[in-house]
């Protein structure tokens, strides 16, 4: 696998969920530099015993109603 695809979404109090997309991974931080170490984390630990994806992307979904 050369890149795990995560989809952010971003809560109303202001903070981030990422979940892998293909995978069971997902974390949460407060701010978006957090997030990226989080992800970081998470992946490692992930696949302790087995190869990384060679690149992350955070794909960050954004959710609006107008009425």
């Known amino acids: ?3 795990l695809v995560f ?3 971003q809560e109303s109090d202001g903070g981030y969920v990422a979940e892998a997309l293909g ?3 997902i974390t949460q931080a407060d701010t978006w530099e957090e997030l990226r170490a989080h992800v970081k984390e998470a992946v490692k630990a ?3 015993d087995r190869p990384a994806p060679a ?3 955070l794909h960050l979904v954004r ?3 107008l009425a």
């Open 7 to 9: 989809e952010v979404t």
């Open 55 to 57: 690149s992350l992307r």
């Open 63 to 65: 959710d609006e109603v």
């Open 46 to 48: 992930f696949y302790f």
């Open 1 to 3: 696998m050369n890149e």
């Open 23 to 25: 995978e069971s991974i």
